[in-house]
């Protein structure tokens, strides 16, 4: 039976998949050995997602041929992916939040567990408790996914792929939202996973991490595959090299700005001897911690979208209670929210009306907008942020990642506030947009603006802040100074939830 | 897992409990036996509507068309027991009306996509001029006939659409959370392009969502015609919202994804017993319709506030 075994398991030849106007994929050759973890890596828009939604069935490649095991396969829908054995983790997670993780775990293929017309419940339990214990987790299988932490859903997302029998795994930028104990985590279940056998392509813009857990790593480059290599002959330098088609000298260019006046204090008023948070006027500060600590709920009481009643907040030497963001607002206060698509941009409407939402009531003079004024703030800021656009009256939906995350800085800069509260600006964008968005920071600091920079990314939080708050359990429980801080020491402090 | 849906709506439960404790100290004749089978028996025709809209709204749907096929099934019913052949001819022809046209709803929601708030609006008109048709716009007048016993009978000293009722919700939620179509149904209204990609076939489920939901309002249409003893074509008028607001109350999300049958039920006794004790205390009804709105927005205040 096995002589016939081809050296690939799936392979993908010469695939070609075309957009209104865009090529998505130019003749793009992939292949994939039995059991390999293998990393795909490329700026956004190089063609990453599309290849995978081929590969899972949300989109139908032009030409080309996919060969499974050395067979011919067609692939034209979800269902037919998953008969052949391949799963998809998505980047936006796609559990159902008011099912229980059992349910969600076997949604789908309840048959596999019980019938095909009622549930076994606790047959079902039983089996999803047994797929979670392979990772470790102690996860209630009768627990409302609604209630669990994203990276608990992500196990879930894990566990599902497992209990379908996958061959194949395809992991969108999985640790995106995950904080670094968290990612250890999942490489933990993603090497589980290879023990049984499973092969799994790992997308991610972290590419330490593709250094650490994968066999193999592909470059795609403006939807052309530009080259595969084993991990262990490939540096982090030459993938950027490979990626962006051209040298980054530093990955972060930090510059440091003159420190002006106090901006913002925070101090908790129920916590004795905890340590208050200070942003001074030219100054980022970055703010550390595992997902749940409660960073972005301070950001988000800050900018008054979720008042924390036992706060004590003092802007400019005045002591404020912003019951709003409509208030923080006023006070000069903006933030950049973790999700951009749902909180940070209003996807349908257009660059011009989100560009300039936080200052129509200044360009309303009671009759009318002034669109002439509107549209000459707009275009200044794409000018300054060089938003690649095509035109003003796009909508923000068509924009890449990295664009948009432009579009909801531009809107705070047009507003000219003091104090920009950035929540993961670079989660999800390419290196070259990062690079952007560190160039875009500098300036702002420069102009005197105070910045407070949450990322779970800590090599960046460590070069672009100036000094860096560690968070635990809503507390802030320790200072160290940006730059030349250890990424250990920070880590280690986080984990301990102690200095 | 029951226990936590039903903390979920502590406050309509709470709301319930506040609305009897106020109706029993306004009338002595609230808090009797009597009276408590007679609110149950009231709310069974709602609460059987209401158990379908729940499995719409899950889905992120909703169902307007209910009301005016309530008057069509009982009248198409009350019709056909005038050809030859039994009275249970009757009786299948009505369910079998609500079921086809459930479908036909849930056709041409799912798979013309046309949206459900337009489509069962449009079958909302359709369906009671149909009835408007089929009987000349003349009540069909009193006819004697075993069936009547849906609308009237007893059964041990309940009534038979109380145990209608009591079968329906029991079948619902067995539905909702024993069987995969109820993991497709909240899957659907949580996250549809994940069902879709989880290989649920969503057009499918839709449509067998909307066919039960006119099934459960042609069981409806029985009872109410059994219990009126005639079939009027323009009965059932505001049904749709009662069922509407039932649900509502019960903590299941418009936005769909979220909800039980517990809850709904707890939102068709708020209604029943709001009514009820109106008419108890002889209050206007024009007054009634002013004071239902308001409870029902209190209620879900209420609701939200103790959520918080």
């Known amino acids: 039976m096995e002589t016939q075994k081809s050296e690939y398991l799936l392979s993908m030849r010469g695939i070609v998949k075309d957009f209104p106007g865009v090529r998505a994929l130019d003749s793009v050759d992939f292949n994939l050995r039995h059991g390999e973890i293998h990393g795909l890596v490329g700026e956004n828009g190089a063609g990453k997602s599309t290849l995978l939604k081929i590969l899972s069935g949300a989109l139908r490649a032009d030409s080309g041929d996919i060969l499974l095991e050395g067979n011919p396969v067609s692939i034209n829908n ?171 000298s530093e990955h972060y260019p930090k510059e440091h700005a003159i420190r002006g006046e106090r ?35 301070l950001a988000r009481s800050i900018f008054g979208a979720n008042p924390l009643r036992r706060q004590r907040l003092s802007f400019l030497g005045k002591s404020i209670q912003p019951n709003s ?160 801080t250890e990424q250990e020491t920070i880590l280690n402090c986080i984990s301990r939830g102690e200095k | 897992m029951r226990k936590r849906i039903l903390w979920k709506n502590y406050g309509s439960l709470f709301g319930l409990i506040a609305i009897g404790l106020v109706m029993s100290l306004l009338s002595d004749r609230f808090f009797t036996l009597s009276n408590l089978i007679n609110i149950a028996r009231q709310v069974s025709i709602n609460a059987i509507i209401a158990m379908g809209m729940t499995m719409v709204i899950i889905t992120g749907g909703i169902d307007l068309s209910v009301g005016s096929l309530v008057a069509l099934t009982g009248c198409t019913a009350i019709l056909a027991m005038r050809l030859p052949g039994s009275d249970l001819t009757g009786i299948i022809v009505g369910l079998g009306l609500g079921a086809i046209i459930g479908l036909l709803n849930g ?54 659409p109380v145990i209608l009722m009591l079968l329906i919700l029991g079948l619902t939620h067995f539905i909702l959370s024993h069987t995969p179509l109820g993991s497709y149904i909240y899957a659907i209204g949580g996250n549809e392009e994940a069902a879709r990609l989880s290989g649920v076939k ?10 039960i939901s006119g099934l459960y309002t042609g069981i409806s249409g029985m009872i109410l015609a059994g219990r009126l003893g005639s079939a009027q074509p323009n009965t059932g008028e505001g049904f749709e919202l009662d069922a509407i607001a039932a649900v509502v109350l019960g903590g299941t999300s418009l936005m769909g994804g979220r909800g039980s049958v517990w809850g709904t039920l707890i939102g068709v006794f708020i209604i029943g017993i709001l009514n009820n004790g109106f008419n108890l205390l002889n209050v206007s009804p024009f007054y009634q319709l002013i004071a239902k709105g308001v409870v029902i927005i209190f209620a879900v205040l209420l609701d939200q506030i103790l959520k918080r």
Not at chain 1, 406 to 412: A, D, I, N, Y
């Open chain 2, 202 to 211: 969503v057009n499918r489920i839709k449509s067998i969502v909307y066919l």
């Open chain 1, 78 to 248: 979800p269902r037919q992916s998953r008969e052949l054995g391949i799963v998809v983790i998505y980047q936006e997670l796609s559990l159902i939040p008011y099912l229980d993780v059992a349910r969600n775990i076997f949604l789908g293929h309840e048959a596999e567990v019980g019938s095909h017309f009622v549930l076994h419940r606790q047959k079902m339990c039983q089996e999803a408790s047994k797929l979670l214990k392979e990772f470790c987790s102690d996860l209630d299988p009768q627990s409302l996914v609604a209630e669990l932490s994203v990276a608990e859903k992500q196990l879930v997302e894990i566990a599902r792929a497992l209990s379908q029998q996958s061959k194949i795994l395809l992991m969108d930028e999985p640790s995106a939202p995950l904080s670094e104990r968290e990612v250890e985590q999942l490489f933990n279940a993603i090497r589980t996973l290879k023990k049984q056998g499973v092969t799994i392509v790992y997308v991610s813009h972290r590419l330490e991490e593709l250094a650490k857990i994968t066999d193999r790593i592909s470059i795609l480059r403006d939807g052309r595959m530009v080259e595969t290599r084993d991990t262990q002959s490939i540096d982090i330098e030459e993938i950027i090299r490979l990626m962006v088609g051209r040298e980054i």
């Open chain 2, 107 to 160: 056709l041409l929601i799912a798979y013309a996509q046309i949206p459900p708030f337009i489509e069962t609006l449009a079958m909302l008109t359709i369906a009671r001029g149909t009835a408007l048709v089929i009987t000349n716009g003349q009540p069909i007048v009193r006819f004697e006939s075993p069936y009547r016993w849906l609308g009237e009978g007893m059964i041990a000293g309940v009534p038979v």
């Open chain 1, 325 to 484: 963001p409509a208030e923080a607002i006023n006070y000069g206060i903006g933030m950049v929210p973790e999700d951009r698509k749902e909180q940070g941009l209003i996807l349908q409407m257009t660059i011009l009306d989100n560009l300039t939402i936080p200052m129509l009531s200044e360009l309303f003079n009671g009759l009318s907008i002034n669109r002439h004024r509107q549209r000459e703030i707009a275009q200044a800021q794409v000018d300054q942020l060089k938003i690649h656009i095509t035109s003003l009256e796009q909508q923000a939906l068509l924009l890449s990642g990295g664009n948009q995350q432009k579009v909801v800085l531009g809107k705070w800069l047009a507003k000219n506030c003091r104090l920009l509260i950035l929540d993961e600006p670079t989660r999800g964008i390419d290196i070259g947009a990062k690079f952007e968005i560190y160039k875009i920071i500098n300036d702002l600091v420069k102009k005197g603006i105070g910045i407070l920079l949450i990322s779970s990314d800590l090599q960046e939080l460590i070069a672009m802040s100036d000094r860096i708050y560690v968070m635990s359990d809503g507390c802030i429980i320790a200072e160290y100074p940006g730059g030349s």
């Open chain 1, 263 to 297: 901006l913002l204090e925070v101090s908790n008023i129920a916590e004795h001897g905890e340590i208050p948070l200070q942003i001074n006027a030219g100054e980022v500060v970055g703010l550390a911690g595992l997902v749940g600590a409660g960073r972005t709920e």
